[in-house]
């Protein structure tokens, strides 16, 4: 197996302090994320049961991009980061609160473009 540069080292730890740090605040319902579910045609009651399921997925992504960043799982990181980001403007907030989240999206869309993007379906699967 083939050692691990220090920026890939740096981006898994900044991928996981991301969606760790989201992870536990969703789990733990933070009001204020509600707000982001109904925008999108949740009801307040099932945005605040949906928190904590998206929390534990965040928690496993994590885990995942820490230990062995399997492809599939950098590119729903990329992708759910940047739909977080981009809800914040769509609900009322700031352009410069999705801006200010670009790093959230960028982290793990670096990181696959070291890994090499995936040119086949089976290669969704591999860590490099």
Known sequence: ???LSIPEWILRIGIFGTFIGHGILAIGVKQAWIQYLTVVG???ETAAILLPIIGIMDVIVAFICLLAPIRIVLIWATFWAFATALIRPIAGDSILDFVERSANWAAPLALLSIQKFPRKIKDLWKVR
């Open 42 to 44: 949740f009801s307040p």
């Open 1 to 3: 197996m083939k050692k």
